[in-house]
Structures are given as C-alpha cells and as structure tokens.
C-alpha cells in the first residue's frame, strides 16, 4: 500500500519510487490519474485499475496475479489508501486469502493539517468525509462538537459552505483551521472562528480546490492567516 502525493509530485519518497519500480504491477484508484506521477518518473508498469466501485472483484484479480508470484502495488489518487480512499476491502481480500501487506507510508491530508495547527490535543478524531444528506451531516457534527476533542473533516468544494453554516449554527465561537489545496500551488491555510470562515467562503464568488478541515477542541478564538 503505497502513499502518493496529494497535490505537489515532488512529495513522493524514496522508498515509494523505488517500490513502484520494482513491482511487476501497479493496481490504481484511477490509471490516468497515477500516470502523471508514473510518467513523471519515468515508470514504465502494467497498471490496472482498482477503485471504489470495482474494488472486490479487482482484489479478486490481484489475488490471482499473487497466486502467480507477481507483486502487486496499489497506490489510490492522492495519499494513504485506505484514508478515506479505496483500498480498505483490497487489504482485507489480499490478507484473508494469506498474502502479506506491506504499507510504504508518505503523505496524508489528515497528518498534514495536523502538523500545521498549532492547538492539537493528546488527541485527533478524523471523520473523513460526511454525509452529504444536510440532516444527518449536522447530526454527526453536532456529536463529534459535543466531545470536545479536536476532529478533521474532508470536503469538496461543493459543500465546504454549507458544513461551515452548519458549524457556526452549533459553535458559533469555535476555532477551526481549513487546509484548501494542500502542497498545491494555490495552497492556503485560513485559522478563525466557524463564523468567521463561514462569513469568509460564504462571500467568495468561486470556491475551487479539495479542503481539510481541523476543528479545535477549545472554542478559543485565534489569529486568521494565510
């Protein structure tokens, strides 16, 4: 399980470039999308895809090519797989079935954020993505408020207004850091207040980009930057 880069190529490791080139096969979330970084090192495997909606009946496949003696890489679009990407029920097939599973670790959104905050507790829940249903959406965030430890969130550009008026409704006073487009090149990290962000995106004409979203388990008011 190889952790790639999630916006900047040149933040792939060493130890992941040399495995990618060494394996006989790279299983990916998405081939075209894993060509780029392939291409732009000049790796040159079979690729076969492996994704959210063929995941089982891949693992099955990649199974068959262990039975043969190949081995097999899966890397998903961008970080650890199995974080909130495919890979969860690859690792369970391939490990039932008795083959090993290695992780080569790297980049990841939720240790990214993480190490950027500044107000981390002995403690970090990460929720990944919520439901895009706004009842249950406020539903979970309203728990995970109420147990007072810090949390990430991961949304799209589609709802990131909507998941900062359903935190302002419930913590008003609450600090937050948004990661958006993390190591990219329009990359911008925005530390305030759930009303204050909501204030701040909910103006934008456009909102473009993926986001992380860091919320503080103290309701303390700190410095906005970017």
């Known amino acids: 399980m190889v952790a790639t880069p999630i916006g900047n190529l040149e933040d792939i490791t060493l130890r992941a470039l040399n495995i990618l080139r060494e394996v006989d096969v790279i299983a990916c979330e998405d081939t075209r999308h894993t060509s780029r970084l392939l291409n732009k ?11 959210a909606h063929n995941e089982l009946n891949s693992a099955q496949g990649i199974i068959k090519l262990l039975e043969e003696e190949n081995v097999v890489a899966y890397v998903s679009d961008a970080g650890t797989p199995g974080v909130s990407d495919p890979g969860n029920r690859l690792v369970r097939a391939v490990r039932d079935a008795g083959f090993s599973v290695i992780p080569i670790p790297g980049v990841s959104a939720l240790t990214a954020i993480c190490s950027v905050a500044g107000f981390m ?15 249950k959406r406020k539903t979970r965030l309203s728990e995970l408020l109420e147990r007072n430890e810090a949390f990430v969130i ?22 937050i850091l948004i990661g958006r487009e993390m190591t990219k090149n329009f990359e911008e990290y925005i530390e305030g ?34």
């Open 121 to 135: 507790g002995k403690s970090v829940l990460f929720e990944g993505f919520l439901s895009p249903k706004s009842g």
């Open 41 to 51: 090192y000049e790796i040159k495997k079979r690729t076969i895809a492996c994704h």
């Open 193 to 226: 207040t759930t009303s204050e962000l909501y204030e701040d995106f909910s103006s934008r004409t456009s909102i473009k980009g993926e986001f992380a979203v860091l919320v503080s388990p103290q309701e303390k008011k700190r410095r906005s930057e970017e």
């Open 154 to 175: 991961y949304e799209s550009p589609f709802r990131i207004v909507k998941v900062l008026q359903t935190l302002q409704e419930l913590a008003p006073e609450r600090n």
